[in-house]
Each structure stands twice: as structure tokens, then as C-alpha cells.
């Protein structure tokens, strides 16, 4: 544990969420503060800002926006889809970050990302360690699927899941306006894991949930599909409305949203717009209901005037738990979230060694999945329920949201 | 001008908006302060509910719950979409209504919809007129569409359009935060009149709106369609944000949602999904830079989390003025909003004759519509901001909206 002084870079990375910026605000107002960072870098576009020399010099940004960013929805450096190959394979990336950090003097490097950053993350700091150039990197963590290992939850999820709960509630009101039959079929992000999804059990906490709820961890049976929503319409004056995962998939592993049906109907092939619409097209074949596919879209990632309070005031103490952390002569860590025991909501920030969390994803355990494969135990409920208490949103300007507004100064090369 | 004393009625009718209950409320809590109003009827899914004789008794609900009305959203006594044929073609339906009101001694009955319902509710007035049943008959406007005739806007729009702009926004930061190329095509519900899609510009003033909106009022050209964005892609580091109303048509008046491409191409169907799915095709073959179609769906009409606390507020007073109107003796109008002249926003509340406001269309000015027609004039914004101010919702339980619990005791036959 080296207790290292000079220059600090964060980067954001993968897929945002309406509170990621959270976590950026986390990190540079808590770096600003520490005597042993020399100055605050804010990497454009990820890894890729450092590859090429982008980034932003952090104190020049006014305090006030820096503390918006916590109500800012996507990431505000810019984020990139970039997987580092392994050094042994290829080490000219690594060559050039190392050299970035020798030319600036970083000694910290924070990146905030899913599985594949965390893994990225991870082997930079192996180079760093191998190359004998000292730099303490830590992972902040942030997904709205919730799937990374290691942690209780994952900064994102539970804005995510509030959006979800909150947005069902919503529909399913709307839905069962008429007195005619109307099946809606809901599509939530969630590519391996369910746990977006899942959240749609919230919202039947106050009798305005799914009917249905599909999640990747069940593989998909079409026929048991239809026989499910004809078994709600039956009972309930053709009204259903069903929950489905983007990343359903038969039991040999194709995608749902992939499904083409026979060459003679209507729907014979890959829709755009995702799996809601492709359910839709076969349940509309299969009863003759109406029928309405709804995404979800980029919303419930980025809807930050519905975030959960709590969410973001862990997403925002993540990005100052790993600079303590980093400053303390940690590295090669990502912050996590510990529940502490006992009735009370309350977590613990520990650290987890980055290997453990690079590449395994969390997927929703069985037992929190109900017998018939289409619904949510009590547990998972107590889990979730406390993830998105309270609001907390940007103030407003003329109506709208008035979000951080960076002055993104480029650091001189 | 009638003062009568007896029960009175209202009904929700056509599609809700998020604020529609607050007319409800309105009504309820007016009428059940009102001395000459001896009983007070919420009709279950609109006229519908009138012909069967399924309606609640509203004295029996606590007024906790008709406040929370204010914002549930969807229409809480559930509603209909059906025409009143012509008393002259087929009276079957006015006799049952006219036996129905004097049967429960109704006095006055309080109609909530769009177009369509004034239409319902003028044919209803003129048949009481003719039939000697002394019953006074007002009209209360709602529409997120905002095509009503005669009034300065309606109940309703203000908040979706306080949706579309916020939730636009938000997708714009989103939908910009690789520096990988992205065209999101996003689609707002209006079939005849762009209001709504208009909204989109509400955003452009804070910088993060659409580069192109499309707007029923305007005939809709592919190739022009396909340049716009080529242009905007080519200016922009292959980014574009286009919205576009649900309702656009081409020139010879087919809607753009049916447009079917060649045969050869991936495209060639009438998509499910609508009018954003079949332009996400257009140009992702046009240009291959990646595209993502996004419907706001029901959210843009139900989102009562994200209202307008204007709208709200007026919305709820619109269902006031319609009694006190009723029982002051007016019959055979609807309430509608005169905007005040001057700099500050402020709207008195007016009477308009039914037949006026029944079946007219108001479109969006066209010389608020720019050159190139895919823009909003400074004229737009001034007229639309003041819609969207304030931010209402319903008091959170467990993290999620306390909606109204109607007990929704039937009235004894």
C-alpha cells in the first residue's frame, strides 16, 4: 500500500445511468480536497480520452456544477464501448497509458463502468504493478442490471428499478382505461440478468404490477407465453400486461427478440424495436386481443427527475470511497456495497479485489423467482424496496431541468 | 338560464391524459359543496356507463381520496370511445339516457373528453333541450393533443408536454454519449395536430432538443426526410435527433406509419411500433449509421409523475367552473382558458357553445412552423412554456406514487 502523490484521471465507461455522474461528482469534489492529488483530470470518452490524450482539467469547473452533476443524466465525459485486449496478446494500448500517465504524473486512475471496465480496470493495474510504475486504480461500479459480483447492488439500480416500478404503476392504469381487452407487453433492458425487470414487482406491491414477468434466468417457452396471457385474459376481461427482459431466450439459447414466426404470418421477422413487439405480434395472431408492445427505451436509463434519492447519494459517496480508498494506497480494488444485517436499510463501502469482479455477472437467484417462473418472491421485494426510497432531482429552470454544465477545459498537452 | 336542484353526473371519456382526475376532483369536490346538487355520480367508462346504469355514488368516497385524484393518472372512473349516432338516424341511445337521468333525477351532467365527447355531449344537450327535461349540460375539455377549438390550450397538454420536453432531454444526453455515430427518431403521440411534437422545441431552449421536428401540419417527403438528417449527421459527428408526430402523412395523405419500401429491402412491411420504427429502417439503409426508434408510448399521456403543477392546477379548477357554470343556470357550453393579455401568464376562465368546440380541429399555426418546416418559432415557445411550469405529484409510499383508492360504491338501482 503506497501512499502515492500526483495527478488523478477518472473516465467513465459502458452504458450510463441517470445517476453515474453521481459518481463522477463523488470523485473530483472528494479529489479537489486531497493535498496528495496535484490536479484532477476528467477523461472524454473513457479509456479512449486517455489513448489519445483528451481530458478535461477538473478544477477549472465551478464547484455549483460539479454538484449538479449528481442530477445529471448520462455521462457527462462522454462514455466508450472499448475491451483492452490482453497484454500478453497486444500491449501497444497499455504502452500508450502508460505513457499518459508518466507525461502527466498520474498516480490514480478511477474508472467507473460494468463488468468489462472493472475488467479493463483490472489490467491496467497489473501493467502499472508489472511495469513498475505506481498508480493505484480503483473501479467505481455502475449498472442498472445490477449484475456485477461482489456488491450487495450496483450504483444505477435502483433509479433504474424506481423508474420501472414507478412507470408500471403508471401504465397499468392507463392500460385498463377501457372496457375493451388490451394486452401490454413490457420490455425492460436487462441483457443476462433480470433484475431490471424483476423490479416490475415493486410496482404489484401496490396492486399495479405485471400480470407476467419474464426474466432471462428462465428460458423462454412461447407456448407456455401464450397459454399465460390467454390464462390472465381469461380471469381478467382481456387485460394483461406482461414484463419481459430484452434478453429472454428459448431453451436453446436464441434470442426471443430474434424469433421469427411462420412464413405465413404477419410478423415473420425480426422486428425492429425489440422483443415486445415480436410478443405482441404472436399474441395478437394467437387471441385477436388488442395488443400494445412498450419500450422502455434509453428512459429507464436516463429519466435522472425520477431517481431514487438513496441511489444517488451511494452512487455519489461510491466516487469518494474510492479516492479515500486510492489515497489510503489501495489499488487494484472496486468500492462495493455491504447490506449490513438487521430490519434497517443501511450498507457498508468495502472493497473488492478487481479480479473478483471483472467479467462474472449476478444474475436474479431461482429461489427469489416464484414456482411458475413468472414472478417475484417476497425476498426479492425486501431486497429492492429499499433502493429506491426518496427523490431528489435537478432544480428546475423555466420548467425544465437545469443539468451541470461543464466548461470541459482540455488539460495542455 | 335554469337553476335547477337535483343529482348531477359526470363521465370520463376518450383517451386519458395524466391529469384528467384533476377535473374529476374538481367536479366532486364542487359538486358535493354545491346545495342544490342532492347526489353526486362518477358514470363508469363514459357514456357507456350512463346507458347501463353502472355508476358510483362520489358521496360515499373520503375526500382524502378525491384530492389524491388530482394526480393518479389514467381516468379513474375508466373510460370509452363511443359516437352518439344522430338523434335523427337512431334515438335509441337519448331515450335510455333520458330515462336513466330522470330516473336518478339527474340535473346535471358533466362531460369530460375531447373532440369527439363535446360532440356527445352538444347531442346530448340539444335532445334534453328538445325532450322538455330540464337538465344543464357542460362540457369539460382534456387532450394532450391540444386541438380543441375556442380555447387558449387543454387540460392535459401542459403536462405532456412537460414530458416530452424533460424526458427529451434527458434522451438527448443519452443518445450522445458515445462518439460513435447515432440517430434516435423519436415519436409523439398527435394524429392530427403536432402540439405535442411541437413540445420538442421546449427542450431546444436549454440545448438539448431534436435537430429536426416533424409536425402533422407539414406534408411529409422521404428524400426530404432521408437530406435533413444526412445533413445534420454530416455537421454533427453523424448524431441526430429527430422527433416526429405520430400522425405524419405524406402528401397524397397516407400516413407515414404505413409506408412500405421496396420489396428487396429489410423494411418492406407495415411495421408494429409505428411511424419511428419505419423511419429507423429508412435511414438506417440510407446511411448505416446506427439508429434507434423510441416511442414515448402511453408515458407521454399517464407520466403524472412528471405533471405539470399548472395544468394541474387549472385542470382541476376547468372541473369547478363546469359546476358552478351548471348551477348558475349555463347549459350547452364547455369551459375553456382565455389567456390574459400582457407579459405574465394568467388565464380566465370562459364559456364556449358546445357545437363550437364539438369536431373542430386546431392545428398548430403555420406561421409558427419555420421555413424549412422542421423547426418551432420563438412564438411557439412563448405560447407553450408557461404550460409546463411547476412540478405536482402524488406524496410517495414506500418510494412509489400514493395514487387515489376509489371505493367506487355503485349507486343502488
Not at 35 to 49: D, P, Q, S
Not at 82 to 108: G, H, M, Q
Not at 275 to 295: D, F, H, P, S
Request: aromatic fraction near 8%; hydrophobic fraction near 40%.
Amino acid at each position: 500500500m503506497k501512499n502515492l502523490k500526483g495527478a488523478c484521471i477518472f473516465a467513465q465507461s459502458g452504458g450510463p445511468t441517470s445517476v453515474i455522474n453521481a459518481s463522477a461528482a463523488g470523485v473530483f469534489i472528494e479529489a479537489l480536497g486531497q493535498e496528495n492529488i496535484t490536479k484532477v483530470y476528467g477523461a472524454a470518452h473513457g479509456i479512449k480520452g486517455i489513448l489519445t490524450e483528451n481530458f478535461y482539467d477538473m478544477g477549472q469547473e465551478d464547484m455549483k456544477e460539479l454538484e449538479l452533476l449528481k442530477y445529471t443524466p448520462s455521462s457527462a465525459l462522454g462514455s466508450v464501448r472499448y475491451k483492452l485486449k490482453d497484454a500478453s496478446v497486444d500491449d501497444t494500448d497499455y504502452k500508450r497509458i502508460l505513457e499518459v500517465f508518466k507525461k502527466y504524473d498520474i498516480r490514480y486512475f478511477f474508472y467507473n463502468g460494468g463488468n468489462d471496465s472493472m475488467d479493463t480496470c483490472n489490467k491496467i493495474s497489473k501493467y502499472m504493478a508489472s511495469s513498475g510504475y505506481e498508480c493505484n486504480v480503483i473501479g467505481v461500479p455502475k449498472t442498472i442490471d445490477n449484475d456485477l459480483f461482489g456488491t450487495d447492488h450496483c450504483p444505477g439500480y435502483g433509479s433504474a428499478a424506481k423508474y420501472v416500478a414507478t412507470t408500471l404503476m403508471e401504465v397499468n392504469l392507463d392500460a385498463k382505461v377501457y372496457d375493451t381487452g388490451m394486452v401490454c407487453i413490457i420490455e425492460v433492458m436487462g441483457r443476462n440478468a433480470g433484475w431490471l425487470t424483476a423490479s416490475a414487482a415493486l410496482a404489484g406491491t401496490k396492486g399495479l404490477g405485471a400480470d407476467l414477468i419474464y426474466l432471462p434466468e428462465v428460458p423462454f417457452d412461447m407456448d407456455k407465453f401464450v397459454a399465460d396471457v390467454k390464462d390472465v385474459c381469461a380471469k381478467n376481461n382481456n387485460k394483461c400486461i406482461a414484463v419481459v427482459s430484452e434478453g429472454i431466450k428459448f431453451a436453446d439459447g436464441k434470442y426471443v427478440g430474434e424469433f421469427k414466426a411462420s412464413a405465413t404470418d404477419l410478423f415473420g421477422h425480426a422486428q425492429l424495436g425489440g422483443v415486445c413487439n415480436v410478443l405482441a405480434g404472436v399474441i395478437k395472431q394467437a387471441t385477436g386481443i388488442k395488443v400494445r408492445g412498450i419500450e422502455f427505451s434509453l428512459m429507464q436509463r436516463c429519466a435522472a427527475h425520477l431517481a431514487s434519492k438513496t441511489d444517488i447519494e451511494e452512487t455519489f459517496r461510491a466516487g469518494r470511497e474510492a479516492v479515500k480508498a486510492a489515497v489510503s494506497g489501495e489499488t487494484d480494488k472496486m468500492v462495493c456495497y455491504e447490506r449490513k444485517a438487521g430490519d434497517k436499510y443501511e450498507i457498508e463501502y468495502k472493497l473488492l479485489p478487481l479480479e473478483l469482479a471483472a467479467n462474472t455477472e449476478k444474475q436474479v437467484p431461482k429461489e427469489w423467482i416464484t414456482a411458475n417462473g413468472t414472478g417475484l418472491t417476497e425476498d426479492f421485494v425486501k431486497y429492492a424496496l429499499p433502493l429506491i426510497q426518496g427523490d431528489a432531482k435537478a432544480p428546475l429552470e423555466d420548467g425544465l431541468p437545469r443539468f451541470a454544465q461543464l466548461k470541459k477545459v482540455l488539460a495542455t498537452k
